[in-house]
């Protein structure tokens, strides 16, 4: 009889767990956005472009603390591409080369683990300026069959900013960082800078 009941508690309480577990799997937290900044390889001409396959080379990450407005935890993460070559034309505009991703690059599917558990990107919504990081990494994910930790819930600053200032078309980041009275801070096209600075972009849009 006793083994009966133990038997019975002891799997009310794995239906119990199960249901935390399946609790906190749908939580949202509210207090801080992620924001990324993506670089691909890239080419200079359109014939190069269409003859190869951009991959992600640098995830930049930062959160944007909601409350306050400053910005914590900002990193670059660098990606090892499988099936492309950091060009020189792409070298000049980020600073990357394939020497610098051998040495300190590592997976997609790696690089996405350690950010989901450094940033519970699976818990928070994210940002970027524009579509493109969005996409690509959406993108490249189903490609590899890798899981992604990003929530569905996006925020595009670059289209948040448009209809909050009432631009008929988008300016740039750096523009529309001097319009708010801010500067750029960091080297453009380094995915934590502009993750960072686009942060700061979003702060001043929600804030408005």
């Not at 990003?150 to 008929?168: A, P, S």
């Amino acid at each position: 009889m006793r083994t009966a009941i133990s038997k019975k508690r002891k799997y009310r309480e794995i239906i119990h767990l199960k249901i935390i577990i399946k609790s906190l799997e749908i939580m949202v937290l509210y207090d801080k956005i992620i924001v990324i900044d993506i670089e691909a390889t890239c080419w200079e001409s359109k014939e190069e472009t269409l003859l190869n396959q951009r991959e992600i080379i640098e995830i930049g990450v930062c959160k944007l603390i909601l409350s306050s407005g400053e910005i914590e935890d900002k990193q670059s993460f660098y990606i090892k591409p499988e099936v492309s070559q950091v060009s020189s034309f792409c070298s000049q505009l980020t600073g990357i080369t394939n020497e610098k991703l051998q040495i300190e690059g590592t997976s997609l599917e790696k690089a996405l683990k350690k950010i989901n558990s450094k940033y519970s990107a699976k818990y928070r919504t994210f940002a970027g300026y524009g579509d493109f990081d969005k996409e690509i990494l959406e993108q490249e994910c189903k490609s590899k069959a890798i899981e992604n930790p990003f929530r569905n819930d996006y925020l595009n600053i670059k289209t948040l900013f448009n209809l909050v200032y009432l631009q008929e078309k988008p300016k740039g980041l750096l523009k529309e960082l001097e319009l708010i009275g801010e500067s750029f801070e960091g080297e453009n096209h380094n995915g934590a800078d502009d993750a960072y600075n686009a942060a700061k972009l979003l702060y001043k849009v929600l804030k408005k």
